[in-house]
């Protein structure tokens, strides 16, 4: 049986979901997972209801929290950046399309900026090699 999984396609520069002749553009496969990876690092966790679950292991494992660690001042230096590990791992591994997230590298890319890469392994057996995102906006 074919896999029919697909996700819509945003546009992160307009803020709005990609369109052609009127229908939302969709994803498959590991571009699919790109898409996936993206939205879920770049919207903090717990901030939108739509996230919200019945079942309280669940509510609100989806995005990240690396913004809100990215700019403690509570916390070390080498603290902030397993925790930034953590989170980026954690903003994705529960994605039912993400099987591994391995080989996370947090660091500055000058001044306060942080930023991070890492490999995810995907159901399609494929790793996606994900570089430069930014984790303090």
């Not at 396609?9 to 979901?17: I, K, L, Q, Y």
């Not at 903003?91 to 890469?117: C, H, K, Q």
Request: net charge negative; charged share 30%; no cysteine.
């Amino acid at each position: 049986m074919a896999d029919t999984r697909k996700t819509p396609v945003f546009d992160f520069n307009t803020g709005e979901f990609k369109v052609d002749a009127g229908r939302v553009v969709t994803a498959r496969g590991s571009e699919a997972v790109k898409e996936i990876i993206q939205k879920a690092q770049l919207t903090p966790r717990g901030s939108y209801i739509i996230y919200a679950s019945e079942v309280p292991y669940l509510n609100h494992k989806y995005g990240s929290d690396a913004q809100d660690i990215a700019t403690r001042r509570d916390i070390s230096e080498e603290l902030r950046i397993n925790e930034l590990k953590r989170a980026v791992r954690e903003a994705i591994i529960y994605d039912p399309w993400v099987t591994e997230v391995y080989s996370v590298d947090v660091y500055r890319t000058g001044g306060e900026n942080l930023a991070a890469d890492y490999v995810v392994r995907t159901i399609y057996d494929v790793d996606l090699e994900v570089k430069g995102v930014a984790l303090n906006g």
